[in-house]
């Protein structure tokens, strides 16, 4: 079997090295089409048969607007046609380029995708005409596939695989004080996707005693970032953070995370796709720390989900700080489910690829 993996933003290149793993150590060839910028995050994607760039213009008169949304869809398919595949899984499987390949895909290969929202499925009428396509679809945890109004949908299916295995990346000399306990927020800083002002906060009227550090782990060098910057200097908390001005490579970003103690993914009912979190979508954060099974600091309104009362340790606004002062890098929670194995994830991903 003759599988593309296509991603055209650099967006959910996490979500990739699994998949390419999972279907070469099952014995098929598997090919990656994505972009010239992505290029630095899938260098060490060294099990690929092949790796296409297929580059569309962000800006100018041939970029994705208009007609010629429709003239790149076309010589995507092209693309595909050209090198026979079998099965084409779309890695971000919902926008409107996907959506114009789709219109326009030939009948001869299957398609699939991975859906980082499946809200989509219930209300967006651009998925609507990718599903005519894709009718199987991939969601990043199993609480996902737990809604009943995805469940009542004809013609589709869903099922849940969890992106957790990675390149060895080249460990990085970082120096961390024995004493220090880390905890970790992961990813791009972004105030809609993450409650910062909730640890601002909390922080400056209630510093706790021990020796914590807060890792940001993004590029701070942005309008959010260099906001929130500020807002840690006026409060004159910097000594519980650190921070990074510029892109962090793969080989930094996984070293600092395999040194956390915790990760907080600073979910709260404050941001505004709170209620998505908690029926539609996961955040990247929680997808890592099962990757190296690092215990995680979460909202109490997350505790019902069977994951993460494994995984987890559960905080309020009243208690937070509390939880903070007591907190010992020995506290730990074990995670002992099968499904955190690789020959389990495995057996989920390529039974639904070849079914």
Not at 9 to 37: M, P, R
Not at 121 to 144: G, H, M
Request: aromatic share 14%.
């Amino acid at each position: 079997m003759k599988v593309a993996l296509v991603e055209l933003t650099s967006s959910h290149t996490e979500c990739l090295y699994s998949q390419i793993k999972f279907i070469k150590e099952s014995g098929h060839s598997v090919y990656l089409i994505t972009i010239k910028k992505a290029t630095e995050l899938v260098k060490d994607f060294d099990l690929l048969d092949k790796v296409i760039f297929f580059d569309i213009p962000e800006q100018g008169p041939t970029s994705l607007d208009g007609i010629f949304n429709f003239v790149h869809a076309i010589s995507l398919n092209k693309l595909l046609k050209k090198f026979k595949f079998d099965k084409v899984i779309f890695n971000t499987a919902s926008n409107n380029f996907i959506r114009s390949v789709c219109a326009l895909a030939p009948k001869s290969i299957q398609y699939l995708g991975v859906l980082h929202n499946t809200q989509k499925l219930l209300t967006s009428n651009s998925q609507k005409i990718i599903s005519k396509k894709v009718k199987k679809y991939y969601v990043l945890n199993d609480y996902l596939t737990e809604n009943e109004e995805l469940k009542a949908l004809n013609n589709i299916s869903v099922q849940s695989f969890y992106p957790i295995f990675f390149p060895d990346y080249k460990p990085v000399n970082i120096n961390k004080p024995d004493k220090e306990i880390w905890i970790t927020i992961p990813g791009s800083i972004e105030n809609n996707r993450r409650d910062y002002h909730f640890l601002i906060n909390k922080l400056k009227n209630n510093p706790p005693i021990n020796n914590i550090k807060f890792i940001l782990l993004g590029n701070a060098n942005s309008k959010d970032g260099q906001k929130l910057l500020k807002e840690i200097e006026s409060a004159g908390l910097n000594n519980y953070f650190i921070t990074f001005s510029g892109f962090i490579d793969n080989d930094t970003f996984h070293s600092y995370i395999k040194l956390s103690d915790f990760i907080i993914p600073l979910i709260h009912d404050t941001i505004d796709d709170y209620p998505k979190y908690l029926k539609y979508k996961i955040t990247g954060s929680i997808n890592l720390a099962f990757a190296y099974r690092i215990t995680l600091l979460m909202d109490k309104s997350f505790e019902g989900i069977p994951d993460f009362n494994e995984t987890a340790l559960f905080y309020t606004d009243h208690d937070f700080i509390e939880l903070l002062t007591n907190l010992k890098s020995t506290d730990k929670r074990v995670y002992r489910s099968k499904k955190w194995n690789f020959d389990y994830q495995k057996s989920n991903f390529m039974n639904f690829l070849t079914e």
